[in-house]
C-alpha cells in the first residue's frame, strides 16, 4: 500500500481516502459560504439601490385607481339595483295585464261556450221540428197518397162500371139493329 508522508504524519490507504474526502468537503463548505457571501452582497447593493420615493409614488397611483374603481362599481352596482327595481315593477306590471287579460279571456271563453250552448241547444230543437215536420209531411203525403189511389180506384171502377154499361148499351144497341128486319134491306 502506499504511503504519503505531510508535516511529519504518515497517511496510509484507508486515512488518506478519509483525509481527501474530508479537505474536499471543507473545500465544497468554503466555496458554497463564498457563493452566499456574493449573493448577499449582490441583494444588499440592489437594495441600497431600491427608490422607495418611486414606489411610495406608485402605490399611491394604484390606490388611486383603486378608489376610483371601487367608487365606479358602487355606481355601477347603485344603477344595477335601480335598474333591477324598474324591471321588477315593469315584471309587476306585465303581471297584472296578463292576470286581467287572462280573466277577461275566461269571461269571453265562458260567455262564448254559453253561447255556443244556447246555439246547439237551439238546433237541437229546430232539428227536433223539422224532423216532426218532415214526420207529419209524409204522413200527411202518404194519407194524400192512399186517398188518391181511392179516388183512382173508385175513378177507375166508375169509368169501368160506365163503360161496360156502355158496352151492354151499344151490344143491345147493335144486335137490336141486326135483329130488325128491316135494317138489313
Do not use: H
Amino acid at each position: 500500500m502506499a504511503e504519503v508522508e505531510f508535516g511529519g504524519l504518515k497517511f496510509s490507504g484507508g486515512k488518506m481516502v478519509a483525509i481527501l474526502t474530508a479537505l474536499s468537503t471543507l473545500g465544497g463548505a468554503a466555496w458554497g459560504g463564498f457563493q452566499i457571501y456574493a449573493d448577499y452582497m449582490d441583494m444588499k447593493e440592489i437594495i441600497q439601490n431600491i427608490d422607495t420615493d418611486a414606489i411610495a409614488a406608485r402605490n399611491d397611483v394604484i390606490e388611486t385607481k383603486l378608489d376610483e374603481a371601487i367608487e365606479y362599481t358602487r355606481d355601477i352596482k347603485s344603477g344595477l339595483k335601480d335598474d333591477i327595481f324598474k324591471l321588477e315593477e315593469n315584471i309587476e306590471r306585465m303581471e297584472d295585464k296578463v292576470d286581467k287579460s287572462e280573466t277577461r279571456i275566461k269571461d269571453a271563453q265562458a260567455s262564448i261556450e254559453e253561447a255556443l250552448g244556447q246555439v246547439r241547444a237551439d238546433l237541437n230543437q229546430q232539428s227536433k221540428d223539422v224532423t216532426s215536420s218532415i214526420r207529419e209531411v209524409e204522413g200527411t203525403v202518404r194519407a194524400s197518397e192512399k186517398d188518391v189511389r181511392d179516388v183512382m180506384k173508385s175513378t177507375v171502377k166508375d169509368l169501368e162500371d160506365k163503360m161496360d154499361k156502355l158496352d151492354n148499351n151499344l151490344r143491345e144497341t147493335l144486335q137490336e139493329a141486326l135483329d130488325n128486319p128491316l135494317a138489313g134491306k
